[in-house]
């Protein structure tokens, strides 16, 4: 990570905006938005960086719209993000736009970490990746998180995962929130529109079809849900995953 306080070397600046007008994305991870900012690149954008360093970071580069309440930043062709846990969702973010939510979802089991959380959401942890042994430490939180993730399609509530962590409804909430950093059924919500994403991918079903089998009682719901999360619409993002690829050109084409 970068110096916060330190000049960002001249030979590094060169570099990056070399790379830059090669047509490369650049991406920065926690500090490393200082050595973007000394570019140039973000003069005029948003960006985000660790919310410890988002204060100096504005006032070094005034020309910076600096959120320092979001996990990552994507401008295109310049990305940022916040501490070292948001890198890794800003990669598995260009993972998933790059080569689709199977390929990111087993780069992020791989990883032991969340499969996708958006830019947007605050600097904690929200979503819990799945595949959690119900066998292992005995945490009710984790167990009953296991099982609604094999039960995304039928109807959740408080009191049935409470059921499924064997505890009270008011303690369950509490400890849940403790751990995950949100309300159960908001991470219900997460988990039920993350696991929309590869079947709207696929290209295959109605958007009615895939709100069903993620357990969304509506397909106004689901909209509601998905835009709020993903800043689009479910028909635009697999629009986005199943253009197909354009022909190739002839010899001499422009």
Same mark, same amino acid.
């Given at each position: 990570?970068?110096?916060?306080?330190?000049?960002?070397?001249?030979?590094?600046?060169?570099?990056?905006?070399?790379?830059?007008?090669?047509?490369?994305?650049?991406?920065?991870?926690?500090?490393?938005?200082?050595?973007?900012?000394?570019? @140039?690149?973000?003069?005029?954008?948003?960006?985000?960086?660790?919310?410890?360093?988002?204060?100096?970071?504005?006032?070094?580069?005034?020309?910076?719209?600096?959120?320092?309440?979001?996990?990552?930043?994507?401008?295109?062709?310049?990305?940022?993000?916040?501490?070292?846990?948001? @890198?890794?969702?800003?990669?598995?973010?260009?993972?998933?736009?790059?080569?689709?939510?199977?390929?990111?979802?087993?780069? /992020?089991?791989?990883?032991?970490?969340?499969?996708? &959380?958006?830019?947007?959401?605050?600097?904690?942890?929200?979503?819990?990746?799945?595949?959690?042994?119900?066998?292992?430490?005995?945490?009710?939180?984790?167990?009953?998180?296991?099982? /609604?993730?094999?039960?995304?399609?039928?109807?959740?509530?408080?009191?049935?995962?409470?059921?499924?962590?064997?505890?009270?409804?008011?303690?369950?909430?509490?400890?849940?929130? &403790?751990?995950?950093?949100?309300?159960?059924?908001?991470?219900?919500?997460?988990?039920?529109?993350?696991?929309?994403?590869?079947?709207?991918?696929?290209?295959?079903?109605?958007?009615?079809?895939?709100?069903?089998?993620?357990?969304?009682?509506?397909?106004?719901?689901?909209?509601?849900?998905? /835009?709020?999360?993903?800043?689009?619409?479910?028909?635009?993002?697999?629009?986005?995953?199943?253009?197909?690829? /354009?022909?190739?050109?002839?010899?001499?084409?422009?």
């Amino acid at each position: 990570m970068a110096e916060t306080g330190a000049d960002v070397s001249p030979a590094l600046v060169d570099a990056l905006l070399r790379a830059h007008a090669r047509g490369a994305r650049l991406v920065s991870i926690c500090s490393g938005a200082f050595a973007l900012a000394a570019t @140039g690149l973000l003069e005029g954008r948003r960006a985000t960086t660790h919310w410890r360093y988002a204060r100096a970071l504005a006032e070094r580069h005034p020309g910076i719209e600096v959120d320092p309440d979001v996990l990552y930043v994507d401008n295109g062709d310049v990305l940022t993000s916040a501490g070292s846990a948001a @890198g890794i969702d800003l990669c598995l973010y260009l993972v998933r736009a790059d080569h689709g939510a199977g390929v990111a979802n087993a780069v /992020a089991r791989r990883f032991v970490v969340p499969p996708h &959380r958006e830019g947007g959401q605050a600097q904690f942890i929200e979503a819990a990746v799945g595949g959690i042994d119900p066998e292992g430490d005995g945490d009710g939180v984790m167990r009953s998180m296991d099982w /609604a993730l094999r039960h995304l399609r039928t109807p959740l509530s408080v009191p049935a995962l409470a059921g499924a962590a064997c505890m009270s409804q008011r303690s369950y909430a509490r400890h849940f929130t &403790r751990r995950n950093g949100v309300s159960p059924m908001r991470w219900v919500i997460a988990q039920r529109v993350a696991a929309s994403l590869p079947l709207l991918e696929s290209g295959e079903g109605t958007v009615d079809e895939v709100a069903a089998a993620v357990g969304f009682d509506s397909t106004a719901t689901y909209r509601h849900h998905f /835009a709020r999360r993903m800043r689009t619409t479910p028909t635009a993002y697999r629009k986005t995953f199943t253009r197909a690829p /354009a022909p190739p050109r002839a010899d001499g084409e422009h």
